[in-house]
Nanobody, 124 residues
């Protein structure tokens, strides 16, 4: 049974930092790229960041470059999203996802498994 569990969401003020975690189980971890997506009310789900499970190659949305950092720990089977200099527009439900790809895809259709999401709220 494949399971992705996000944690670390919460409420912070603009300019603050927050770190999200995603623990994976039930899959061949080395064969999956991992990604973070987010969805705000009334908007479509959008790509945030992705990382190759083995090589740690990364890809970021332009809106978060320089502020967010994605990383992973193979031993702990966990993917992280370090978020700095948070802005109110970062407010959304953040999802962890797994893609059976060697690269770091940005399209949500490339991802097979999804977590249930963790809420991030940034106040002005």
């Amino acid at each position: 049974q494949v399971q992705l569990v996000e944690s670390g969401g919460g409420s912070v003020q603009a300019g603050g930092s927050l770190t999200l975690s995603c623990s994976a189980s039930g899959l061949t971890f080395s064969r999956y790229a991992m990604g973070w997506f987010r969805q705000a009310p009334g908007k479509e789900r959008e790509f945030v960041a992705a990382i190759s499970w083995i090589s740690r190659s990364t890809n970021y949305a332009d809106s978060v470059k320089g502020r967010f950092t994605i990383s992973r720990d193979n031993a702990e089977k966990t993917v992280y999203l370090q978020m700095n200099s948070l802005k109110p527009e970062d407010t959304a439900l953040y999802y962890c996802a797994a893609a059976q790809r060697l690269a770091v895809p940005t399209g949500l259709d490339d991802y097979t498994y999804w977590g249930q999401g963790t809420q991030v709220t940034v106040s002005s």
